[in-house]
């Protein structure tokens, strides 16, 4: 697999959260568990993941992992496997719930306060000051709407500068440019980029990925991946550096930009013969509860462990 955009880990120390030295609240799971929860102060829910590895005096990197549109923390944690050690071996995992089963940038999110944007940041808060929290190694994954509340976050230049990359699973990306509640793509400048990665299947028919003109339009995948290449200083309509065929049956495309010195920085699995489905390579509840979205009934390899692979290389210089 080509390396993700990698930082030099030997120049980069840990980022020690608040919550460093502090045992785990008696109200968060214990090590090696999940738990439901509701963050203080409001009516957000989310689901926490503690590994057993955890040490309240090493600092831990944090996986947000946001469900699709009508689905939930639970499912989402089942469906992402980011509490599954054989992917995740020492990371906390945080699945947000949404208030009413959509997430900011859906038409049919509820927009009330606190709004995503703003429970997003206050749980990472929350997060760092009661665990032992990496604040340079915190990540966003999410599925379909999920993941085009990623694109939001990302543009966000208070909550996406708090996130080391992005990675997003059959996004549905809708136009948000006069959404209330979110307003036009404008992240805060870094130098280090915003390192994004992005899976997409071919006969996806929820969220196509060539875009759609239905009521709810939605973007083009590619006009995203190119979106974010020029951000990251690839220029205007920036083409991939590579695009190289990964798998032949079914056939996989891998494309890759690399933009000002920032090698793999957008990255983009095309999924031959896969629709609406978090790819992966035992069955999961996209495969059985979908299998007209899904038809393989599962996939030639896994999303999560690329994700991983991808969220290792980066960090935020804090």
Known sequence: ??????????????ARSSGCGRDIPSEFPSPGSSKSLHLPGTDREYRLYIPATYDKNRPTPLYF??????KDMLEQEELSQFSNPEFNKDG??????????????????DTSRPNDLDFTNDLLSHMEELLCIDSSRVYSARKSNGGGFTI?????????????AFASVSGAYYDNDETPGIGPCAPAQREKGYPFLEFHGTIDTTAPIDGSTS???????????EGWAERNGCGHDAKWAQNVTVFENPLVKHAIWDCDGKNGIVQHYREGDNGHCWPSTVPNDDYTSHPDQCPLG??????????FDFFAGCRLEV
């Open 1 to 14: 697999m080509y390396l993700p955009f990698l930082l030099s880990l030997a120049m980069v120390g840990l």
């Open 65 to 70: 992992s946001f469900h699709g549109a009508s």
């Open 92 to 109: 906390i995992a945080i699945y947000p719930n949404s208030k009413n089963g959509y997430w900011l940038s859906n038409p049919k999110a």
């Open 152 to 164: 939001v976050i990302a543009c966000n230049a208070t909550v996406g500068s708090r996130f080391a």
């Open 215 to 225: 009521k709810n339009p939605k973007l083009p995948t590619i006009d995203i991946l």
């Open 298 to 307: 599962k996939y030639v390899f896994n999303a999560t462990e690329y994700i």
